[in-house]
């Protein structure tokens, strides 16, 4: 039987994230501090896998938070379609209470099933879906990769979790996402199905040192 194990990650804090401020594809912020010291925990912990690749998104954030395992000369391709979904005139901008609400809305809408629904300027869930299955297939064409790291975004890392597992897209956000949190998949090439082994797993992630926890405040 033929598998591929499949270790995927969210990308460590940043600014934006530290801050609110609506981070998408449009947005190539780098780790902060917290999220520098995230990337070195993960890379602690997970330094004794031997995967045979790492994939990151085209945004610096997913390929500093893996930087430890590129360091080791892992093979590294980086894909467009595990962007951030892009959050149009709504990114780069600290939410108030209107932004909050008109996103509730968006998601809202989605909830519904209206999957075609976008901020202005923005990108849907069935937009970048259409670039997450190239994405997936490109990183299921290779079989001698028997293991493999994927780190990418919060909102993409649910849609790419519906893919895989064959679930509606409506139900994306029972998949939750911290920064630097894992999920482990296994795919079976037979069945040409994905199940999954960790869910939002953050065991890796010690407790902030004490100067770090002032700057991770708001």
């Not at 609110?20 to 990337?39: R, Y």
């Not at 962007?83 to 008109?102: L, P, Q, R, Y």
């Not at 064959?166 to 949190?181: G, I, K, Q, S, T």
Request: proline share 4%; with cysteine; charged share 25%.
């Amino acid at each position: 039987m033929s598998q591929k194990k499949i270790y995927l990650i969210r990308h460590g804090q940043t600014e934006y994230n530290r801050r609110g401020v609506v981070q998408g594809s449009g947005i190539d912020a780098p780790l902060n501090e917290v999220g520098q010291f995230q990337a070195e925990a993960f890379y602690r912990a997970y330094r004794h896998i031997d995967f045979d690749r790492v994939y990151t998104s085209v945004l610096q954030r997913t390929v500093q938070s893996v930087q430890h395992f590129l360091d080791a000369k892992l093979p590294h391709t980086q894909l467009a379609g595990l962007n951030e979904i892009n959050w149009g005139i709504k990114e780069g901008k600290v939410a108030n209470s209107e932004d909050h609400a008109h996103y509730a809305a968006v998601v809202k809408a989605w909830r519904q099933g209206n999957l075609d629904e976008a901020i202005e300027g923005g990108e849907s869930p069935l937009a970048l879906l259409e670039k997450q299955k190239k994405a997936l297939a490109e990183i299921l064409s290779t079989q001698e990769e028997e293991t493999i790291l994927i780190c990418m975004h919060g909102r993409a890392m649910r849609i790419f979790l519906c893919l895989m597992l064959e679930r509606d897209l409506r139900h994306m956000d029972d998949f939750p996402h911290a920064n630097l949190c894992l999920y482990l998949l296994q795919y079976d090439y037979d069945s040409g199905k994905f199940y999954l082994e960790l869910f939002n797993d953050q065991s890796h992630l010690p407790e902030l040192p004490p100067r770090l926890k002032e700057k991770a405040k708001p």
